[in-house]
């Protein structure tokens, strides 16, 4: 029986199923006490089994989770190209390129509207590399809200944080699916 990544619903119902017939089996009154023995040990050892099925997924997902935190950490380590963050910044801001340090109150919720937009866009075709572009782009957005904040509507401020919001799950499917992929490439 495979575990799959994703969730693991099916094999809560079936533990729930097999705990359900061994109290049933226990507390039959047609069963004979050698009867009910072997249920127990029969379910035992159905738990066991799911135990280390359990216990040897967790260790590959944590194996892939080690290597792709490694592999991002070494990443992140190399500075980015400044000509490259320029050029990233030019495809998600768009008519916001080359401004961000000037964007008004009124003006950053259209920003971060036109950010996530080109990011949902392009997510697919990206590189971990280019994540980290993005995430640097986010970051010099997020730094002028920080300047200008206190001079902003309630309104924008909404609207920016449900942007912000969006982002942060999508790099979290991206985040996941890295370490999916390392879990794959873990010997089984």
């Known amino acids: 029986m495979k575990l799959r990544f994703e969730g693991n619903s099916g094999r809560c119902a079936r533990l729930a199923g097999t705990l359900a017939a061994l109290t049933l089996a226990l507390t039959s009154c047609d ?37 792709y935190n490694a592999a991002n950490r070494a990443r992140r380590a190399r ?6 963050q ?8 768009g008519p916001y390129s080359g401004q961000v340090n ?15 937009r080109e990011v949902r866009a392009q997510r697919g075709a990206w590189t971990d590399r280019d ?27 909404v609207a ?15 985040t996941a699916s890295g370490i999916s992929d390392a879990t794959k490439a873990q010997p089984k």
């Open 31 to 67: 069963s004979t006490p050698n009867e009910r023995r072997a249920a127990a040990r029969n379910a035992g050892r159905e738990l066991d089994t799911l135990a280390s099925s359990a216990a040897h997924k967790l260790a590959r997902v944590g194996k892939g989770a080690a290597t």
């Open 79 to 84: 500075p980015l190209d400044p000509r490259q």
């Open 86 to 93: 320029i050029a990233m910044e030019t495809k998600l801001l």
């Open 102 to 116: 000037a964007l008004t109150p009124a003006d950053l919720p259209n920003a971060y509207t036109q950010f996530i």
């Open 131 to 157: 994540w980290d572009y993005a995430r640097a782009v986010y970051q010099r957005l997020n730094d002028q809200l920080k300047q200008i904040r206190l001079d902003m509507p309630a309104r924008y401020e």
């Open 160 to 174: 920016i944080r449900a942007r912000q919001a969006e982002w942060v799950t999508l790099q979290a499917g991206h």
